[in-house]
């Protein structure tokens, strides 16, 4: 037996993920493309859309591929020459199906917890905390092969966890979920993610999974990192953002609001506009503006950036401001004027 | 913690020695054997001869002890009954079949059913390798086929050398290291090309399939090469006429090797060597090729 080197209170203080120009070509096509950054959120949530390299970026950190150039650091431990460390400190939930079908969840669990290194007995103890704690107690002497789409999910998620990670990597969590399913999946990463001392990376799909459970958000688009944001610095920004639908031609009651200060984009389809209006403007001053222009205001709503419409204006802006770290909407999202 | 508490909780005890570690997956494996009851017969039923073997190991160190019976006819019998590098290289071209048989019953379902399931990533995401991965595997084979060979091998010439005078066990010192080398170099190749095609099929049935197709049709094909081409060198092609080779270098003398070698088969004993020392490079190469955490699809 021998003592982990097991990073303590301190950890928490330094990154957890650094990035340093990592780059990944896998078959001679590049798939992440210099990425560097560093990353120290609770729970970060990676958003893309397919093939944005959103699982390859997870499976170089844990060594899967070996990066083509650059590196990355987890924990401060380099995944070019501490791999096995990291391997130490790190759960991972695959997003397919993975288990081995002729073993019961109790013994897969209790065996992927020793290969971590947990001894024998503690493996056992832990592994049957950990099944009652993802809802599968009463299921656990079941074979996997046996299990539903719903209770493979927490099994995997059982596997990531037993061995008490540092930090947790689950990709796509919610996958092929039912509603019910979801909703215990979303309340157990949250609740691993209020514990104190872990970190999470979460890769999904759906932006309000994300919302649900990260505290900050990397988009990723063509092997690239092209936003981080921190959603709770979004959630509570004091800028005011509006949603407008006018009548008539707003052209010149746009410019006008450009000239206050505002900063605007437009749907021409539906004719309706986003707006985020600075300190010093009122709504009245708008209806000034609009009686002064001609036109109607027909729809006026409060409407703050939501994560969908900064994964939207991420996919816009694209390769455009590639890296781009804890960048904030200079705009709400729509067709840009 | 009672299982009661349902909360997550970090672990920071003390950890398992990591060079061990690969022995988890052989002590999981070998539960799962022992529990079905024909697998614990059929390891039963492998140990026949070497239990046969004992037997007459017995029987001959007290052969004088039938003529005190008035059975001077056993005793006869057992005269001639000569515990040599011949009684050995007879027991072990047994122990070659029904260690082949195990490896190919237990093999292929080895790795197919974690690559089918999608398991190595969970394996490879941890503090393990791929390399400790292989080994663990292969140590399944190794611990199962260890028991019916060379170790009970060595429990026979320990029998026999009571059964005698230490000078039988330097005279025959041959023998001891031969059943050692023989019984590891079979044990190794029929383990890993077993678990090259378990890596490379995921079906179990046909991975068994595949494995006797490479002894079986291998060796007729060998057979058929010599007959058409008059020539030996297809006997390399068949891997357990390779082993009974290496049986008889290792067990037999230099001059007594041809001579007692069909004559199909008389080709140097080094080149039967060879010939599985090639089987286990690919076999290797196919298991790195294979196991891998992710596949790159190109």
Same mark, same amino acid.
């Given at each position: 037996?021998?003592?982990? %080197?097991i990073?303590?209170?301190?950890?928490?203080r330094?990154?957890?993920? *650094?990035?340093?120009k990592?780059?990944?070509?896998?078959?001679?096509r590049?798939i992440?493309?210099?990425?560097?950054?560093?990353y120290?959120?609770?729970?970060?949530?990676?958003?893309?859309?397919?093939?944005?390299?959103k699982?390859?970026?997870?499976?170089?950190?844990?060594g899967?591929?070996?990066?083509?150039?650059?590196?990355?650091?987890?924990?401060?431990?380099d995944?070019r020459t501490q791999?096995?460390?990291?391997?130490?400190?790190?759960g991972?939930?695959?997003?397919?199906d993975?288990?081995?079908a002729?073993?019961?969840?109790?013994?897969?669990?209790?065996?992927?917890? *020793?290969?971590?290194?947990?001894?024998?007995d503690?493996?056992?103890?832990?592994?049957?905390?950990?099944?009652?704690y993802?809802?599968?107690?009463? =299921?656990?002497?079941?074979?996997?092969?046996?299990?539903?789409?719903?209770?493979?999910q927490?099994?995997?998620?059982a596997v990531a966890?037993?061995?008490?990670?540092r930090?947790?990597?689950?990709?796509?969590?919610?996958?092929?979920l +039912?509603?019910?399913?979801?909703?215990?999946?979303?309340?157990?990463?949250?609740?691993?993610?209020?514990?104190? +001392?872990?970190n999470?990376?979460?890769?999904?799909?759906?932006?309000?999974?994300?919302?649900?459970?990260?505290?900050?958000?990397m988009?990723?688009? +063509?092997?690239?990192?092209?936003? $981080?944001?921190?959603?709770?610095e979004?959630?509570?920004?004091?800028r005011?953002?509006?949603?407008?639908e006018?009548?008539?031609?707003?052209?010149t009651?746009?410019e006008?609001?450009?000239?206050?200060?505002c900063?605007?984009?437009?749907?021409?389809?539906?004719?309706?506009?986003?707006?985020?209006?600075?300190?010093?403007?009122?709504?009245?001053?708008?209806?000034?503006?609009?009686e002064?222009?001609k036109?109607?205001?027909?729809h006026?709503?409060?409407?703050?950036?939501s994560?969908?419409?900064?994964f939207?204006?991420?996919?816009?802006?694209?390769?455009?401001?590639?890296?781009?770290?804890?960048?904030r909407?200079?705009?709400?999202?729509g067709?840009?004027? | 913690?009672?299982?009661?508490?349902?909360?997550?909780?970090?672990?920071?005890?003390?950890?398992?020695?990591?060079?061990?570690?690969?022995?988890?997956?052989?002590?999981?494996?070998?539960q799962?054997?022992?529990?079905?009851?024909f697998?614990?017969?059929?390891?039963?039923? =492998?140990?026949v001869?070497?239990?046969? =073997?004992?037997?007459?190991?017995?029987l001959?160190?007290?052969?004088?002890?039938f003529?005190g019976?008035?059975?001077p006819e056993?005793?006869?019998?057992?005269?001639?009954?000569s515990?040599?590098?011949?009684?050995?290289?007879?027991?072990?071209a047994? *122990?070659?079949?029904?260690?082949?048989?195990?490896?190919a019953?237990l093999?292929? %379902?080895l790795i197919?059913?974690?690559?089918?399931?999608?398991?190595?990533?969970?394996?490879l995401s941890?503090?393990?390798?791929?390399?400790?991965?292989?080994?663990?595997?292969l140590?399944?084979?190794?611990?199962?086929?260890?028991?019916i060979?060379?170790?009970?091998?060595?429990?026979?010439f320990?029998?026999?050398?009571?059964?005698?005078?230490?000078?039988?066990?330097?005279d025959?010192?041959?023998?001891?290291v031969?059943?050692?080398?023989?019984?590891?170099?079979?044990?190794l190749?029929?383990?890993?090309i077993?678990l090259a095609i378990?890596?490379?099929?995921?079906?179990?049935?046909?991975?068994?399939?595949?494995?006797?197709?490479i $002894?079986?049709?291998?060796?007729?094909?060998g057979?058929?090469t010599?007959?058409?081409?008059?020539?030996?060198?297809g006997?390399?092609?068949?891997?357990?006429?390779?082993?009974?080779?290496?049986?008889?270098?290792?067990?037999l003398? *230099?001059?007594?090797?041809?001579?007692?070698i069909p004559?199909?088969f008389?080709?140097p004993?080094?080149?039967?060597?060879a010939?599985?020392?090639?089987?286990?490079?690919?076999?290797?190469?196919?298991?790195?090729?294979?196991?891998?955490?992710a596949e790159?699809?190109r």
């Amino acid at each position: 037996m021998r003592e982990p %080197g097991i990073l303590q209170a301190s950890a928490f203080r330094m990154a957890f993920i *650094e990035l340093d120009k990592l780059s990944l070509s896998l078959g001679g096509r590049p798939i992440l493309k210099e990425l560097t950054g560093s990353y120290s959120g609770r729970c970060i949530g990676l958003l893309g859309p397919n093939g944005a390299g959103k699982t390859t970026l997870l499976q170089t950190l844990l060594g899967f591929h070996p990066p083509t150039s650059g590196t990355a650091r987890v924990f401060d431990l380099d995944i070019r020459t501490q791999l096995r460390k990291i391997r130490h400190h790190i759960g991972y939930m695959p997003e397919n199906d993975a288990f081995v079908a002729g073993m019961t969840a109790i013994r897969f669990v209790r065996m992927m917890a *020793e290969i971590s290194g947990l001894p024998a007995d503690i493996a056992l103890e832990r592994a049957h905390e950990t099944l009652f704690y993802v809802g599968l107690g009463e =299921a656990r002497y079941r074979q996997l092969g046996t299990y539903s789409l719903g209770m493979k999910q927490m099994a995997k998620l059982a596997v990531a966890i037993v061995h008490g990670p540092r930090g947790v990597i689950l990709d796509e969590p919610t996958n092929g979920l +039912d509603p019910a399913g979801r909703i215990r999946m979303i309340q157990l990463v949250r609740e691993i993610r209020d514990t104190q +001392d872990i970190n999470l990376i979460v890769s999904s799909h759906l932006l309000r999974d994300i919302e649900e459970f990260c505290d900050e958000v990397m988009i990723m688009k +063509d092997g690239l990192i092209v936003t $981080y944001c921190n959603l709770e610095e979004e959630r509570r920004a004091n800028r005011k953002f509006l949603q407008l639908e006018t009548r008539g031609e707003n052209g010149t009651f746009l410019e006008a609001a450009e000239a206050l200060g505002c900063t605007c984009a437009v749907d021409t389809r539906a004719n309706r506009v986003k707006m985020v209006l600075p300190e010093t403007v009122e709504i009245h001053d708008l209806y000034r503006l609009a009686e002064e222009h001609k036109i109607q205001i027909r729809h006026l709503q409060y409407k703050r950036d939501s994560l969908h419409d900064i994964f939207m204006k991420a996919m816009e802006v694209g390769t455009a401001n590639p890296g781009a770290k804890s960048q904030r909407l200079a705009r709400p999202a729509g067709v840009v004027r | 913690m009672a299982v009661y508490k349902r909360t997550y909780t970090r672990y920071t005890g003390a950890l398992t020695n990591e060079r061990w570690r690969f022995l988890i997956l052989p002590r999981y494996m070998l539960q799962s054997v022992f529990s079905k009851r024909f697998t614990g017969a059929a390891f039963m039923l =492998a140990l026949v001869p070497h239990l046969i =073997a004992m037997v007459l190991i017995y029987l001959r160190g007290n052969a004088t002890a039938f003529i005190g019976l008035d059975m001077p006819e056993a005793a006869r019998s057992l005269g001639f009954l000569s515990i040599d590098g011949n009684f050995f290289l007879t027991l072990f071209a047994a *122990e070659t079949f029904l260690s082949f048989a195990i490896v190919a019953f237990l093999g292929p %379902g080895l790795i197919a059913p974690d690559l089918a399931n999608n398991a190595l990533p969970l394996y490879l995401s941890r503090p393990f390798s791929r390399a400790e991965y292989v080994l663990g595997k292969l140590s399944i084979l190794i611990i199962l086929t260890s028991a019916i060979t060379w170790l009970p091998g060595i429990l026979l010439f320990v029998l026999q050398t009571s059964m005698t005078e230490w000078s039988w066990a330097s005279d025959n010192v041959r023998i001891l290291v031969g059943l050692i080398i023989g019984s590891w170099i079979w044990i190794l190749t029929t383990s890993l090309i077993s678990l090259a095609i378990s890596a490379w099929v995921k079906w179990r049935t046909i991975a068994t399939s595949a494995l006797l197709g490479i $002894y079986f049709v291998a060796a007729g094909f060998g057979t058929v090469t010599n007959a058409i081409l008059d020539t030996r060198w297809g006997a390399l092609l068949n891997m357990a006429a390779n082993m009974r080779m290496v049986w008889r270098w290792l067990f037999l003398n *230099e001059s007594t090797y041809y001579t007692t070698i069909p004559r199909s088969f008389a080709i140097p004993a080094w080149t039967g060597l060879a010939a599985m020392a090639v089987v286990c490079a690919m076999a290797l190469m196919m298991l790195a090729w294979k196991i891998r955490p992710a596949e790159v699809v190109r």
